[in-house]
Every structure is written in C-alpha cells, then in structure tokens.
C-alpha cells in the first residue's frame, strides 16, 4: 500500500470514529439522535375565495396589528379547519370554521422532538432529504482525493434533477399560462388553473409554430426547418443585445468618464477624490491605447500601452479575487450544513 | 525540505483549506463590519423610500449561489419589511422559484405574519424566461410576462398590491440580487438605462462584481458585492435595528470568520510557492551540462 493511502486511510478513520463518537455522546447526553429532522408548527395560511372571506385589520391600542380573515356579510371571523387547530379556545367561540380554497401550515425546523410539545413532530421526508444532501455532498468532496465512482453518482443526480427541473418548471410556468393559456383559455382554466381570467390570443400560434419548428430537428428527416426558428431567435437576441451594450455600455460609460479632475467640496479642494477621478480617467485611456492597433505600439504609445497592460491585470486580479471569496463562501455554507443541519455540532 | 515541497500533494492543501474554513465556523468568531459607501448607498436607498412603496425583488440567483446571495436577499427582504413597503418577488432563472421561497417569503411568513398578507402587501409572481426580452416585456406590461402569479395561479389583477403597478415604470425601486446571466447587467442595460426613472440595487456575485462596478452610480444606485457587501448590508441592518443585530439574522457577518482563514492561508500559499520558485532557480542545477 502507498504511503499517501495509508496516511488518507488513518485520517478518515479517525475522523470516522470522531463522527461515531460525537454522535454516541449527543445521543446519551442530549436524548436525541443528530441528523434526525423534527418540525414545529407555528401557524397556518388559508386562502379562501374573495366573496367568502376577506381579511379584516385591527390595530390594538399598543399599535400591534392583527389580520383575521371575517364574512363581508356577518362580519364573523373565519377560520379554516388548520387554523382551528391552532387557535385558543376564545378564538373559536367567536370564529366560524370554514374550509378553504388552499391551506397549509406553516412550519419551522426544530432541533429535536419535545415529548410535551404536541405542535412538535418527527418529519421522514426532512430526515431521509438531509442525509441524502449530507451524503451526496460528501460524495461530491471525495473528488479532491480522486475522481470515484461516489462522484460520478453525485454528478449525475445533479445533472438529472437539473435537467427535469428545468422542463418541469418551463413546462409550468412558460407553457401552461403564458401559451396554451393564451391560446386555449377555456381547457387551461378547466384543467389547469381553475382562476385563468387571460382573454384568447391568438398571436401566440406564432411562438407556437416557432415552437414545433425548433422541435423538428429531432425528426430523422427535415432538420433545416429548425433553422427558421433559430434564425428568429439569434436575430432578435443579436438586436437586443446590441442595443443594450450600446447604450448602457458605450454610450452611457463614454457620460460617466467625463468627470471633473479637480473636485471641489463645498468649496474645499479634495485631493483624493481628484486623485480617484484622475485614475479612472487615465485608466481607461491606457487600456483603449492597448486595444488600439493601428498604430504599433512603440515609444509613447508603447508605454501607455503597458500601464494598459497593468490596469487589466490589476482588474483581471480584483476579478479573481472575488471569485475566490465566491468560492470560499460556497464551501463555508456545505461545511455549515454539515456541522449545523446534519450533525448539530454548532449551538448543541 | 525544499524537494518535499516542490512534490508536495495537492490534497494538503485541500485538507489545509478545509481545516481553515471549519475551524471558525465551528468557533463563530465575529468581526467589526461598517458598511462601505456603495453598500450605504443601497441601504439608504430602500430606507428613504416613502412609506408602503412598491419593490420589485428579482432574485435571479440558483442554489449554487445562494451562500453568497442569500444573505443579502434576506436582509433586504427585512428591511423592506420592516419600513411595510409592499414586495413583488420575481425570478429571471428556472432554479429561482425555491430561492424565493427560502430568502424571501418564508421569511415575510415567519418574522412579518402579523402585518404581511400575501397578495395584498407582498406577491410571488415567480420565474419569468425570455432572459432579457422578460425584463423588457415587464417593462412596459407586467402581465403580459407574468399572466398568474406564481403560488395560488391568480391572475396579477385580482391582488391589491398590484393596483396602480401595470408595469416597471410604476415601481418605486427595483432590487435585483443576480448571479449571471441574466442578472443585474441585464436590468441595468433594458430597464435602467432606457428608463432612467426606474430605480435600481444590485446585489451580486463576486465573480460578476468588477465588471458592474463602472455602473454605479449612474446606472445603479449602489451594490452589494459578494459576501463582503452582504456582511456589510447586515452590520448596517444591525445598527438602525438592533433587532436584527442578533447572530441568527446574520449569516453573512457569520461567514466573514472563515474568510479571513482563508485569505490567510491563500495569502501564506502564495508568498510559498513564490520563495519555493525563486530558491528552485537559484539551486545550482545536477545533472546537467554534459
């Protein structure tokens, strides 16, 4: 066995038998197992349909305010039957139960189970979702010791969640309202979403045969017919863009250089915002002269040239080093999610 | 020494990372932020608007840059809500609808249940494609992009809080909290620019923070930049509301800890490989010259 094995075989099991043993001693000191999930319900939300119920603002005399949902007509508070559950004694006398178009109640984590507590219950989907993340985040760690087939699993659960994701949400939020609900209003609102209030319009068969277009070059035979559609979409994304840059990026940053080299302060000279706007100014000019190669770059030229040179690598390292602390917060928050969701090592 | 060096194993230095990130994570040690005055302009901006003004959040962001935006999303949802302006959440990005949900509305429904009804004082008009065609269809018909809202399929004209707010123009700033493309670029080249009335905040990414800086302040009000920026979003929360100067509120303050472990060690690496290379050229060579 190599050297380096033996030394990442110890260092694991040591870290394993760390594991096995803060999980043993929470387990006995604290009565809990770390990484099991409980939630506590700590209210509910109904939404109940206009002419049933609306909601209703009182304000205490201390200035606290208090939303009920109350009957236009009776005025009598409306509860839903989650609700019900939640409320006081008192609340229900005065309330009438009714049930709603939606309801769901809203829940927090709670760090274990509390025998007294009836609001707090064992959640399965919430545990098995941790040590799943726990797990596959591990898998995907395991990579900076070497590539494994732990990894590749990883890597294929989040590109295949990714991609149905991705269709599951177009498919939902693009299709349904946005073009069979323009197109075929009566059936969505039947089907789909029973409040589609949108009018037929039928200048989205447009997008719809763009669409199928686009799908063609799935088709054995007729691939050219997606480069109708594809032609539509570059040669609006191209107009689009174009104009964007050039107003916000040519136009608008030629306004924003011009600036004054001397700035005055109420009155007073200010040396380093002058200094500041001196900078700005001769950067960018430095950097146009080192993208500007009509004239060779020698003598004067080939000097600003190279302070050009500077102010992009220095630009160049101010980009990288934010992406470094991108980095850095992205492996801070999975260590956090280690520690704090799945083992409760921070705050017990 | 200097040849164990040279050959070192790359994987020291991820144990070495990892250590300097867990430690104070596990630690939690907290360190004085003040807000710079690109992140005090953000701030200011959403304090001084008037009282129950509409704000546009688009939380273009996916989960593999919520460490970074979370926090500052979070806190600008708090602040929002605490001055009792009205929010519209939207997402340019498909993976953006469950960011909403977790920096956004579960917040409203958790801190802000008492005073916050959905529909009437914020609304989740969800994910919007089209990339930047979205943000210029919304500019001037926010229905024609976002026909229903996003959690109970409503049409956007049945919420009160959309009363007197068909479009872009109508709201009083817009936050946009971006990670790419589409971000706060694109708001700023198709909302901002051609429309200097609409008022606009980002929150971005350090790997997209250099290239927006030359927009502010003309075309962005202010920025929070990466996790520094969010850190600093929170000190000044903390500060006007001593309410949220408590830990728990404060993630990216939180994060600021094992940043500078890094930054140190990174900084240690790099004078390393630097005294490793130059002592490399200076050893007189063996074997050579034959």
């Given amino acids: ?348 | 020494m200097l040849d164990k060096l040279t050959r070192l194993d790359r994987r020291w230095i991820f144990l070495a990372m990892f250590l300097a990130v867990a430690i104070p994570v596990l630690l939690q040690p907290t360190l004085p932020e003040s807000p710079t005055p690109i992140v005090q302009d953000v701030f200011d901006a959403i304090e001084n608007l008037p009282p129950n003004s509409v704000v546009l959040m688009s939380l273009d962001y996916d989960p593999a840059s919520q460490p970074e935006l979370g926090p500052m999303s979070r806190a600008m949802t708090r602040h929002c809500a605490l001055l009792g302006h009205r929010l519209i959440f939207m997402t340019l990005w498909p993976f953006g609808g469950p960011m909403i949900t977790q920096d956004a509305t579960n917040i409203i429904e958790t801190e802000f249940a008492d005073t916050y009804v959905y529909g009437e004082n914020y609304l989740n008009i969800g994910f919007g494609p089209g990339f930047e065609a979205a943000i210029k269809l919304i500019v001037t018909d926010l229905s024609k992009q976002f026909p229903v809202d996003a959690r109970l399929g409503r049409p956007l004209a049945v919420f009160p809080i959309t009363r007197g707010v068909r479009n872009l123009q109508e709201v009083d700033l817009v936050i946009s909290v971006g990670a790419g493309y589409p971000g706060t670029k694109e708001w700023v080249q198709y909302a901002a620019t051609p429309y200097p009335d609409i008022k606009i905040v980002g929150g971005v990414t350090g790997v997209s923070a250099p290239y927006l800086y030359p927009y502010v302040p003309g075309q962005l009000i202010g920025m929070l930049p990466a996790i520094k920026g969010a850190a600093e979003y929170e000190a000044a929360l903390g500060k006007a509301y001593p309410r949220y100067a408590d830990k728990q509120y404060q993630s990216a303050l939180r994060r600021m800890g094992p940043q500078l472990s890094a930054h140190v060690l990174m900084l240690g690496l790099i004078v390393l490989g630097n005294v490793i290379f130059f002592l490399e050229r200076r050893r007189p060579r063996t074997g050579g010259n034959r």
Wanted: with cysteine.
């Fill in chain 1, 1 to 348: 066995m190599k050297r380096e094995h033996v030394v990442v075989t110890v260092l694991f099991s040591l870290m394993a038998i760390a594991l096995i043993g803060w999980v043993a001693a929470h387990t006995m000191m604290r009565g809990s197992f770390p990484g099991l999930r409980y939630m506590e319900r700590t209210g509910a939300v109904a939404v109940f349909a206009p002419e049933v119920a609306v909601w209703t603002v009182t304000k205490d005399e201390d200035g606290t305010t208090t939303r009920r949902w109350a009957d236009p007509t009776t005025g009598q508070k409306v509860l839903s039957p989650l609700q019900a559950e939640h409320a006081s004694e008192a609340e229900l006398a005065e309330a009438v139960v009714r049930t709603p178009q939606k309801e769901w109640s809203l829940v927090r984590d709670a760090r274990r189970g509390a025998p007294n507590n009836p609001m707090v219950s064992f959640s399965l989907p919430r545990t098995l979702g941790v040590w799943l993340a726990a797990l596959l985040t591990l898998c995907i760690f395991s990579f900076l010791y070497r590539d494994n087939p732990f990894y590749k699993v990883a890597e294929s659960f989040v590109v295949g969640a990714s991609a149905a994701y991705y269709m599951v949400v177009g498919f939902w939020t693009m299709l349904v309202p946005n073009l069979f609900g323009r197109l075929w209003p009566e059936g969505i609102r039947e089907y789909f979403l029973p409040e589609h209030s949108i009018d037929r319009d039928l200048w989205y068969l447009v997008p719809l045969i763009l669409g199928v277009m686009l799908l063609w070059r799935l088709a054995p035979a007729g691939a050219w017919i997606a480069r109708w559609p594809l032609a539509f979409i570059i040669g609006i994304t191209a107009g689009l863009r174009l104009i964007g840059f050039l107003q916000a990026d040519f136009a608008l940053q030629i306004q924003a250089s011009i600036m004054p080299l001397a700035v005055y302060d109420a009155g007073d000279f200010s040396f380093w915002m002058s200094l500041r706007n001196i900078t700005i100014l001769l950067g960018t000019l430095a950097c146009l002269t080192y993208f500007f190669f009509s004239i060779e770059h020698k003598g004067f030229v080939g000097r600003t040239a190279r302070v050009g040179i500077w102010v992009l690598m220095i630009t160049f390292g101010a980009g990288f080093a934010y992406t470094v602390m991108g980095r850095i917060t992205l492996l801070t928050r999975r260590i956090e999610f280690l520690f704090d969701d799945w083992l409760w090592i921070i705050g017990g």
